[in-house]
């Protein structure tokens, strides 16, 4: 099952690629990793690797594979994409 990560835009086997949601709350959508494909609602496909979190932040890519409007709390994909530096 091919998908297309939302930073780099290449289609990879969602395996490989890490599915997020978002979950709302009152003053922000916080982007959760669904890890073991359970949460509803509409979702996107990452790498699970620093440069594709900064591509999709750079892109402003989570408010169009969400369809949402921001500001996105990334801190739980954050904490799970080592950062680079
Ligand atoms: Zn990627």
Redesign the pocket.
């Known amino acids: 099952m091919l998908r297309t990560?939302?930073?780099?835009?290449?289609r990879?086997d969602k395996t490989t690629?890490v599915r997020l949601v978002v979950v709302r709350t009152p003053t922000a959508s916080v982007v959760t990793p669904d890890l073991d494909g359970s949460l509803p609602g509409r979702g996107a496909h990452?790498?699970p690797?620093a440069?594709?979190l900064e591509?999709a932040r750079r892109r402003r890519a989570f408010g169009r594979a969400f369809r949402q409007e921001g500001p996105f709390d990334t801190e739980a994909l954050d904490a799970l994409v080592a950062p680079a530096t």
């Open positions: 990560c939302i930073g780099c835009r290449s990879a690629l990452l790498h690797e440069r594709c591509q």
